[in-house]
T-cell receptor, first 116, second 110 residues
């Protein structure tokens, strides 16, 4: 099965700064997604990263706060901009269609972000 | 709107059987997925149902009733390593969009 990696695995950041999270897949995938999982909560979809076009954001998430890049079929980045303590969360990328199970999403290991 | 409900927490004994329920109300339905998430780790895919009935995969089985908006995950012969959160997710009208429940934390005791 494909390997999904994320960098960094964790970071502690100061309020007002920005952090870019990378997601790399070792095979080409059609769909890549970014989720947020706040402490003790379930996963909330931030956006779908579209290759070659602007990401599709869910209600409550905007491009200025969470710019996303998808330059090719194996890589995407999520930037958390102008951070505040409320952005402290685990950020996960996911891809679908791996391992022959259609429409199933598989997750990267996550990036644990703490904003002071 | 989207509404996925699961119990918050359950406790079971090693070697026993436990059933984790999930009810859903989503705009459109194209599948129900179960994920396991150990503390501090990413969710891992367990099982999915598209049609009504039971899908069995070793010690794990998942059941779906579309008319009732109901699914359950059945774990048999519980092991200590099964202590984790179990997430139910519904795939809506957009085949790529998952709606996750809040997760059920399962504690397996000796």
């Amino acid at each position: 099965s494909a390997v999904i990696s994320q960098k960094p695995s964790r970071d502690i950041c100061q309020r007002g700064t920005s952090l870019t999270i990378q997601c790399q897949v070792d095979s080409q995938v059609t769909m890549m997604f970014w989720y947020r999982q706040q402490p003790g909560q379930s996963l909330t979809l931030i956006a779908t990263a579209n290759q070659g076009s602007e990401a599709t954001y869910e209600s409550g998430f905007v491009i200025d706060k969470f710019p996303i890049s998808r330059p090719n079929l194996t890589f995407s980045t999520l930037t958390v901009s102008n951070m505040s303590p409320e952005d402290s969360s685990i950020y996960l990328c996911s891809v679908d269609g791996l391992a022959g199970v259609p429409d199933t999403q598989y997750f990267g290991p996550g990036t644990r972000l703490t904003v002071l | 709107g989207q509404n996925i409900d699961q119990p918050t927490e359950m406790t079971a004994t090693e070697g026993a059987i436990v059933q984790i329920n999930c009810t859903y109300q989503t705009s459109g339905f194209n599948g129900l997925f179960w994920y396991q998430q150990h503390a501090g780790e990413a969710p891992t895919f367990l099982s999915y149902n598209v049609l009504d009935g039971l899908e069995e995969k070793g010690r794990f089985s998942s059941f779906l009733s579309r008319s009732k908006g109901y699914s359950y995950l059945l774990l048999k012969e519980l092991q200590m390593k099964d202590s984790a959160s179990y997430l139910c997710a519904s795939m809506g009208d957009n085949f790529n969009k998952f709606y996750f429940g809040s997760g059920t934390k399962l504690n397996v005791k000796p």
